[in-house]
């Protein structure tokens, strides 16, 4: 059939664009880039962790070889550990900065609009330039947290000894990524209905009882969003490992494990496991929380 | 006036702990090696600025060339995102196409660790020539940006009312019409948001950029951790450049910082 027939076959484009699949058709460039950078990695990634390889040479499938060295493995199995101390220092400290905070400024007062910019600075510098700032911060001799901690009397402190360097490292993350708590938590705050609150204060409630019962369980959701989003990110943390200790004094965490091991040691079939296990790991405590997300934000029922 | 003063109080010690720092990349600029190295207190603010740093970041290293690398590929690989993000967020938001499901598949590439991928995709850039190319390291960006940048629209889509798109129908509209005049217009403040985010990302990201990039791609991020070395640090061209490269990402987050709250609550809440 021509297009001068009288009963014209539609083209592609008014197939695409008609109300039965517009909204398929939508998807189609997030499907495609989904499948070369989702499907790919992940079947490859899947497909190393079952083979011994070096770069070299051809790949020896072993089976789950790397998946029981893995379990044996201390040094990752301390990467790991680690990793799970770091998401808790850091997520509780920043909802707990974040709250204080957020409740803090929650209010009208001059010059609002400069606090609220200078605060949100930090969450915007790049992770390793900040890293390697405080590095420099917190050197021992000449940097400047010492002399003026010398200053007032108080000692020198060793801020990268093996004992102090992993807390160090949460105390920079926690530095940077308080604002994304303190600014998720205003616009929260923002939202709550007044009227309950005028009515909580009528029948005489107290400050305390008003926050534990009105605002914090209004607040969950969103505190939801910030522990499954900090959650995510802080597994992969990374750059501020490279601008201070490089993995060193025990504070090797997850990922650099398994960065040393494709990258620097080329096992990239061991490394591969250690990435799969990581990915699996993520899921798994995201997850439950992700549901919990999507059903605050009412994607799901 | 006490609860005045408090609440003063509490708002400069946060405020210089967040600013401090910052201010302390300038600082150090500007300072001579002999100053940065010293342990004679009054030296950390009084000293006689130089710009010994910034001459010796831009003549013995390639600063602006890696500064030009950052910008290309922050810019190109965010028009791409914003090409797919926009759609798809839009499908999400409007018909909930796959229940919810297929968001949540999409926002899980972001789970991944940056590992899972880097290692399949440095296999397959070594095979086809890509590593230490811009193409390859903007193909990596738009992979790390898409699924947030999806889902950071999807919240701003959710706030577009239905009612409008359905006026528009029944005035005889056709789909893209609809998009184009109705919801569009609409949806630009959180469009700009989230490209401002999406440049942002691509510009501090550091991971990809110091695995895939050596030479002739290399982006400014990973030519700063350089002068962190193992045998010596040079603090001095390090905040130079540090002082430079920030400098966008200081500006834009004070421009941002009224729709950036809108931004990081995903339309969870009407900000």
Not at chain 1, 55 to 65: E, P, R, S, T, Y
Not at chain 1, 76 to 98: N, P, S
Not at chain 1, 183 to 190: P, S, T
């Amino acid at each position: 059939m021509g297009p001068d027939t009288a009963v014209r076959k539609p083209s592609i484009w008014e197939i695409l664009t008609s109300e039965k699949y517009f909204k398929w058709t939508l998807l189609i460039p997030l499907f495609a880039l989904l499948l070369v950078f989702m499907l790919y990695p992940l079947f490859y990634c899947l497909y190393y962790s079952f083979c011994q390889w070096g770069m070299q040479g051809k790949a020896i499938f072993v089976g789950l070889h790397n998946y029981r060295e893995l379990l044996n493995d201390t040094a990752f199995m301390e990467a790991l550990a680690r990793t799970f101390e770091v998401l808790a220092i850091c997520i509780v400290a920043e909802l707990l900065i974040g709250l204080g905070l957020a409740l803090l400024w929650n209010r009208e007062f001059r010059g609002q609009n400069v606090v609220r910019g200078l605060a949100l600075l930090p969450l915007l510098v790049a992770p390793l330039v900040l890293s390697l700032l405080w590095n420099f911060m917190l050197e021992y001799d000449f940097g400047a947290v010492n002399q003026i901690l010398t200053a007032i009397g108080l000692g020198k402190v060793y801020w990268w000894s093996p004992n102090l360097a992993l807390y160090t490292i949460c105390f920079i993350t926690i530095w940077q990524w308080f604002p994304f708590s303190v600014f998720v938590l205003i616009a929260g705050l923002r939202s709550l209905p007044r009227d309950v609150f005028e009515a909580a204060r009528v029948d005489g409630a107290s400050n305390w009882y008003t926050f534990r019962r009105l605002t914090l369980p209004m607040l969950s959701p969103l505190i939801m969003i910030i522990v499954v989003l900090r959650a995510m990110w802080l597994i992969r943390l990374f750059d501020p490992l490279y601008g201070t200790t490089r993995g060193g004094v025990r504070t090797e965490l997850l990922d650099w494990r398994v960065y040393r091991t494709a990258f620097v040691y080329f096992d990239i079939g061991y490394g591969s496991s250690m990435a799969i296990f990581s990915l699996f790991l993520t899921i798994a405590v995201c997850a439950v929380m992700y549901r919990e997300l999507m059903k605050a934000l009412g994607v799901i029922r | 006036m006490l609860k005045k003063a408090l609440f003063w109080f509490v708002t400069v010690i946060v405020l210089l702990t967040v600013i401090g720092p910052l201010l302390w990349i300038y600082i150090t600029a500007f300072k001579s090696s002999g100053d940065i190295f010293t342990t004679e207190l009054k030296k950390l603010v009084v000293f006689t600025p130089t710009l010994d740093n910034f001459k010796r970041m831009f003549t013995d290293y390639p600063f602006w060339f890696n500064l030009g690398n950052t910008a290309i590929v922050s810019v190109v690989s965010t028009i791409f995102v914003m090409l797919v993000s926009l759609p798809a967020a839009y499908s999400f938001a409007r018909w909930n196409t796959g229940g919810g499901h297929l968001l949540f598949i999409t926002i899980s590439t972001r789970m991944f660790p940056g590992v899972v991928a880097a290692i399949p995709f440095f296999i397959m850039f070594r095979t086809f020539g890509l590593l230490d190319t811009h193409a390859g390291i903007i193909l990596l960006y738009i992979y790390f940006n898409t699924s947030f940048a999806t889902f950071l629209l999807y919240g701003f889509f959710r706030d577009v009312p239905e009612e409008l798109e359905q006026a528009a129908m029944v005035d005889g509209y056709g789909r893209m019409e609809v998009f184009r005049k109705v919801v569009f217009p609409l949806i630009l403040p959180g469009l700009a948001v989230t490209t401002v985010f999406c440049l942002i990302w691509s510009w501090n990201e550091f991971f990809y950029a110091f695995l895939f990039t050596r030479l002739t791609a290399r982006t400014v991020t990973v030519l700063i951790s350089s002068f962190w070395g193992s045998i010596e640090v040079q603090y001095g061209p390090m905040a130079a450049g540090a002082a430079v490269a920030i400098l966008p990402t200081l500006i834009a987050a004070w421009f941002m910082q009224r729709y950036v709250i809108r931004g990081l609550t995903f339309g969870a809440v009407k900000g």
